[in-house]
C-alpha cells in the first residue's frame, strides 16, 4: 500500500518543503513506497524555489530540494492525499477553513506525531538564520522517521 503525504505550512518554502524532502528521503531509506508533496496555505511563493537556506540546509544533509516549487493548497489535495499534516497550529486552522465537505485526507498537526511534543509548532525560520533551519531540519526528520514507522507498521 502507498500512502500519502502533503505537508503544509504558510509559503511553501520553508518548512513544508523541509518536510517533504525529509519524508521522501527517510521513506526511501526504509524502501517504504509513499507520495510526498507540500503546499502553502498563502499564494505568495506560487511557482518558486524553496527559499535558498531551505535548498542549503536539506543540501547539508544530503538530500536535493532545490527542484521543489511552491504552491497554494486547493480543495482536490483534500480528496487527493491519505493525509494532510500541517506544520503549525494557525495552518493546521486555516487548512480546516478551506477543508471541502467531500474531504478524504486526515489532517494533523505534524509534531503531534512525535512522542514528547505534541501540540507543539515547527517554528518558522524563515525570519530567522542558518541555525534556526538547522533546528527545523532535525524537527522534520524526527517527524518524517516516525511517519515511516507508522506506516510501515
Ligand atoms: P514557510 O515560511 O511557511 O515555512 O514557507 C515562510 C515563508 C515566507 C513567508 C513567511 C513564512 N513570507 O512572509 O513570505
Partial sequence: MTISVLFVCLGNICRSP???AALRHECAQADVSCIVDSAGTADWHAGNAPDDRTVAVAARNGVEAGHLRAR???AADFRDFDHIIALDQQNLQDLRKVQPKDATAQLSLLLDHV???T???????????DASFDETWLQVTAAARTLVRKFST
Fill in 72 to 74: 497554494q493548497v486547493r
Fill in 18 to 20: 523541509l518536510a517533504e
Fill in 119 to 129: 501540540g507543539q509548532d515547527v517554528a518558522d525560520p524563515y525570519y530567522g538564520n
Fill in 115 to 117: 512522542e514528547g511534543q
